[in-house]
Structures are given as structure tokens and as C-alpha cells.
């Protein structure tokens, strides 16, 4: 077993290490060994659980007998399914990468996206500009988490990076699509927020009781689809 | 039958065991804070120990219910009476039809779990009944109670409680202890993290209050400011209820069952799973102390808890009275 090492987090879970840094190809190596132990799933997995560059596996302790060690057990079954830096490593890439390409339609500026005007100002763009560059990337989800269906967004052209708001907002509404440092994001409920706010979005990424509950899931792609509606009087600019 | 909700109380709604198995998409294992008081409530109706229960936090709701049934009160140690018999809880206790139960102050402890014989009736979503506060689902529609609300229960499968005219309190009573026990000294025993202080034992050198702005997502705790052994930036990883975490101004944050599923703050170490229950009874202002714990310390801890759950079972199981099936 190479390319992770291996840690507890408390009693239940098993933390496997790829590094320790927000980078696309060590999210990739996250997302290809959850595929992989997620097709032989053992009865005792509760959650497997990526984020950018680690994976946990939480373990049903009572799924085992009384006597066994969960974690051990956990990390004896890693050992013997013997994936190897192959099956995550950026050699034999033969193994596509999992997931699915999303299209996301976004209305860019104005009240859906208070924040475009600061940002284009900071990179120094025309808002224009800014929206066919936040269109242009291709995104890979590297995690859902902050809040249930919230995904994080790598792949963020860097002119347009941006640190988060000094003092959160206290209502960010439902499907905005932000800005936070280095990555994208995208609220799927209403609530506080202190991404740079540039556009919203009408679908739904999280819904409890659809199948699944979330729109995106972990390792999938995103392309953001200008949908902003202008009227024909006006047009956006940067001053 | 059902319940209706004439206060809501400060903070109260439906929680079962938790819901596992979605946290890859960022949702939370919610669940009642206390497990051990929550399993023990139902034991006493005859429920299975994972059914919905109400989680009462500090002060409790005034309800009425319609029909006869058996309730048990556990956790906190909580003014209740019904109509203007008081009881006590960690007991069964049979109410008549109409009658109202009023749920007054948490004398000692910070959350009280009401049991129904039968249960509340509550959809499943994503495996649980419980609600999610912060994603705003399960439970009763995602929420905590309000005035008017009616709570359905499910009509009891394996007996139903007497159909009293008066109110009957049972003579005995199951001692919660040591796993609730408001007289031990509040200590929590802690797995290290992977994030060392600097010095290494600076989180159980001191003493440490539970701020107010603590709540089901995780307890804040003030006392001197820990410092980092390594003060570099860290990404978001994993995190799980009991996980302990240093924010930048040196205030631990132990996560409780309302814990997001990633965390970007340093982890300095994880409560055990047998001491949760402690945690859920703190309140702003209890004091508690950490004392350092190894897994298979944590593991025995967990399995003696569990045995000592097995045992009450079986205690409350012998107790049974004439228990009557239900005729539909």
C-alpha cells in the first residue's frame, strides 16, 4: 500500500493521507480509491467520506464482533484489497477519473451576484470578462461539506482568486455562487456566508427527499453556463 | 393519537439515533446528543432504543395528549408534572387522555429526552427521523417545535399502556449512573488528534467553561488560549462528532452530533465516544477538565457502556407488567 498513509481520526474512522494541500491531481488520487473500495464495500463502511486530499472511512463498530479492533480491521481489509499507487497515481491513467460532467446555469451580477464588481476590480477585468473566465474552467468537485450538497470548486481560473468577505454576510440566498480564495462555491440553502458573491443559480443542490439529495457528488465535474438575462439598454462593464 | 404542542419550550424537536451514511455529501449524523438517556427513554415506553424521541434543551414544552399512554422522562433532571401531579423521570409513568404535561426548567443538565410508548411518528430521510437544524430537514420539516404543532404517534406494536383514569408514576426506577450522573466530577477523556499543542499538554493542564454560545453543532469552551506546535495553515478534512477543534484565538470547540462533516481548523483531539452523553449535560458556565485516553481504553469504555444499556434492557424487560397486544 503506497501513495497514503494511514491515521485515526477518534474511535471509528481511519484517515488515509495523500498529502496535505489543495491540489487537483491529489483530490483526483482522493476520488479514485473512494470509487474503488465504494465497488467492494464491506458491510462495516458507514460513511466513506473524501475531502481534498484525505479520506475517511468510518467504521460501524457494531458491524464487527465485540473482540476486533475497528480500525485495525479496517486498515487489515485496506492491506489486503492491495490497490496499489496504480490505482491512484497519475501513472496508468488508463482508470478515467469518476464522475459526471454537470452544466450549472448561472445569472451573473446584479442582485443574484452582489460581489462581481469588487471581484472584476480586483482581477482587474471587465465583469464581462470575469463571467466568460468563471464560464471557460472546467471544475472538479473536490468535496461536499460546510453544509449539506455544498460543493467545493477546484479549477477556479487563478486571476479571478479573491479572499472571502472580512465579515460574513448574514443571509447569502439559496443557489449563489461565490468566490472563496482559490476555489468556487455554491450555497444550497439560505443562510450566512462569507464567499464573494458573484452570480445564483435556480437548481437545487440539495434536497433531502430527491434521489440522490444532492445535485453534484464528490469527483464530479462542473461548467458554469452564463444564463444572465441584460436588457438591452444596458450592458455590464468594470467602471 | 397524537400530541399536541401548546409551548414549544426554548429548544425542542424529534431525534432518533442519527443518520449515518451521508456525510460523503456533506450531511451531518444529527441524532439525540445524549444516546444513553434517549435509548434508556424508550426502553421504559417499550420502544426500540434508536426510536424518535423529543430532545428537551433547558426548558421544556407544555403538551397534551389526547389519548392514554405510557411516557418516560430521562437526561436532564427537568421540572415536569402532569396536570398537578409532579413526576420524576428515569421512570415509566402512565397519563390519561387529555391530560397536559408541563415541562418546566433543566434543574441540572442541559437536555431531557421524552419518550412515547409507540414512538412519534416522523418520516425517514436518509435513514433517520431525526431533524437536521442546520440543513433544515427531517424531524418535524426541519425544525424545532411551535405552538400549535401536532405530533402523531405511532400506536404502540407490541403493548399499550394501561388506559388510566388517574396518572400512575411506576415504583422503581432505573440509576443512570455513572453514565449520567450529575454529581461526578465532569471529566471527558480525549483520543489525541492529529494537530499537537505547544506544550503537549496544555489541554488537560487546565480547566475549561462551557461558553453560551455553545449549541447541538459543538461546545465552546473558554480558559487560557492553547497554541500549535505547527501554527501552518491547515485544509478542510474529515471531522465527527467528538472531534476537538483549536479556530486561531486558542478556544477549543468539541463537535457534538451536529457536527459539519469537514473542518479546516486544527484537530487537537477526539472526546470518547463513552463520555458524549457528559458532554450533552453541560451547560453555559459547567466547568469540566480533559484527562488524555488511549483506543483500547476508549474501546473498553464504550463496550462497558454499552453492557450496562444491555443490562437496563433486561432490568426493564423483567419489569413488565401484564402488557396487553393491541386489537386493531
Not at chain 2, 442541559?110 to 435513514?127: D, E, K, M, N, S
Request: proline share 6%; hydrophobic share 45%.
Amino acid at each position: 500500500m503506497s501513495g497514503w498513509s494511514v491515521e485515526a481520526l477518534g474511535e471509528d474512522a481511519l484517515l488515509l493521507r495523500f498529502g496535505d494541500c489543495i491540489e487537483v491531481a491529489l483530490n483526483q488520487q482522493v476520488h479514485r480509491l473512494a470509487a474503488r473500495i465504494a465497488a467492494r464495500r464491506p458491510p462495516w463502511l458507514q460513511d466513506l467520506v473524501p475531502a481534498y486530499a484525505t479520506l475517511a472511512l468510518f467504521v460501524d463498530r457494531f458491524a464487527l464482533p465485540a473482540d476486533i479492533d475497528p480500525l485495525q480491521e479496517a486498515e487489515r481489509w485496506l492491506r489486503a484489497q492491495a490497490f496499489d499507487v496504480g490505482d491512484v497515481g497519475d501513472v496508468g491513467d488508463a482508470i478515467a477519473i469518476p464522475g459526471r460532467l454537470i452544466e450549472i446555469s448561472v445569472r451573473y451580477g446584479g442582485e443574484d451576484g452582489p460581489d462581481l464588481e469588487d471581484v472584476a476590480r480586483h482581477a482587474g477585468l471587465s465583469m464581462d470578462e470575469v463571467v466568460v473566465r468563471h464560464c471557460a474552467a472546467e471544475y472538479c468537485v473536490a468535496m461536499l461539506g460546510f453544509a449539506a450538497g455544498f460543493p467545493y470548486l477546484l479549477g477556479l481560473d487563478q486571476a479571478l482568486s479573491m479572499e472571502r468577505l472580512d465579515t460574513p454576510r448574514t443571509r447569502v440566498a439559496a443557489g449563489s455562487v461565490g468566490i472563496g480564495g482559490a476555489q468556487s462555491g455554491i450555497y444550497p440553502r439560505q443562510g450566512p456566508g462569507g464567499w464573494r458573491i458573484i452570480g445564483r443559480t435556480d437548481l437545487v443542490l440539495f434536497d433531502a427527499v430527491r434521489t440522490p439529495p444532492t445535485l453534484l457528488a464528490p469527483g464530479d465535474r462542473v461548467r458554469f453556463v452564463d444564463d444572465t438575462v441584460t436588457p438591452p439598454a444596458t450592458k455590464r462593464a468594470a467602471s | 393519537m397524537s400530541v399536541r404542542v401548546l409551548a414549544p419550550g426554548l429548544l425542542t424537536m424529534l431525534q432518533d439515533g442519527g443518520r449515518t451514511g451521508f456525510r460523503h455529501l456533506g450531511v451531518g449524523t444529527s441524532g439525540a446528543l445524549d444516546a444513553h438517556s434517549h435509548a434508556i427513554a424508550n426502553l421504559l415506553v417499550g420502544n426500540a432504543a434508536d426510536d424518535p424521541v423529543l430532545e428537551i434543551t433547558l426548558a421544556g414544552p407544555r403538551l397534551r395528549f389526547d389519548r392514554a399512554t405510557r411516557i418516560a422522562l430521562c437526561g436532564a433532571q427537568i421540572d415536569a408534572r402532569v396536570d398537578t401531579q409532579a413526576v420524576q423521570g428515569w421512570r415509566r409513568v402512565d397519563v390519561p387522555a387529555g391530560c397536559e404535561l408541563v415541562l418546566g426548567a433543566c434543574r441540572r443538565g442541559a437536555r431531557a429526552y421524552l419518550a412515547v410508548a409507540g414512538g412519534f411518528a416522523a418520516p425517514i430521510i436518509l435513514g433517520s427521523a431525526s431533524t437536521d437544524l442546520r440543513a433544515g430537514f427531517g424531524g418535524l420539516r426541519g425544525r424545532m417545535l411551535a405552538t400549535g404543532d401536532v405530533l402523531p404517534i405511532i400506536r404502540a406494536a407490541r403493548v399499550v399502556a394501561p388506559s388510566v383514569d388517574g396518572i400512575a408514576i411506576a415504583t422503581w426506577w432505573i440509576d443512570p449512573a455513572p453514565d449520567v450522573d450529575f454529581n461526578a466530577p465532569k471529566v471527558v477523556r480525549v483520543l489525541s488528534g492529529r494537530d499537537a499543542l505547544a506544550p503537549g499538554d496544555a489541554l488537560f493542564a487546565e480547566s475549561w467553561r462551557v461558553d453560551a454560545a455553545s449549541n447541538r453543532q459543538g461546545l465552546r469552551l473558554q480558559g487560557p488560549a492553547l497554541s500549535l506546535a505547527d501554527v501552518r495553515e491547515r485544509i478542510s478534512e474529515p471531522v465527527a462528532p467528538g472531534t476537538i477543534q483549536l479556530p486561531a484565538d486558542g478556544q477549543p470547540i468539541v463537535l457534538l452530533a451536529d457536527a459539519q462533516t469537514h473542518g479546516g481548523y486544527a484537530r487537537i483531539g477526539h472526546a470518547i465516544a463513552a463520555d458524549r452523553a457528559r458532554l450533552a449535560q453541560l451547560r453555559a458556565g459547567d466547568v469540566l477538565r480533559f484527562e488524555p485516553c488511549v483506543p483500547a481504553e476508549a474501546r473498553r469504555l464504550a463496550a462497558e457502556q454499552q453492557q450496562r444499556l444491555a443490562r437496563i434492557a433486561l432490568a426493564i424487560a423483567a419489569r413488565a407488567p401484564q402488557l396487553r397486544s393491541v386489537i386493531s
